[in-house]
């Protein structure tokens, strides 16, 4: 088990330096996504990935299947436009933002 990761459940401590997750309102952005896309018939499972550099929430069509796409949290973005991503199977960047509720707004989920 990596000991460098954290699971931030409560953002009361702002003094946290080091944040190894979604924050409470990145994650709940998330999966109210999620549960319209579901509710459509359109999505039907997902994953956490975690890293020392970012966490990803993966979309499946189907639970055999590889990821339709990925919505990433990069801790240390080169560009603080590439905080959040959203990419495809192949890991090619679809949308970008540095505020996830912008991108999920912006973001056709039907056309990607």
Known sequence: MNKNLKLVVNNIDKKLENKYFFEKDELKTI?????????EGSWKDYGLNISSRQVGFSVFKNAAENAMYKICKNFKPNNKNLKYLITDSKGKILNNSHDLVILIKNTNWKKL
């Open 31 to 39: 999966l109210d996504l999620y549960a319209k896309m579901v509710s």
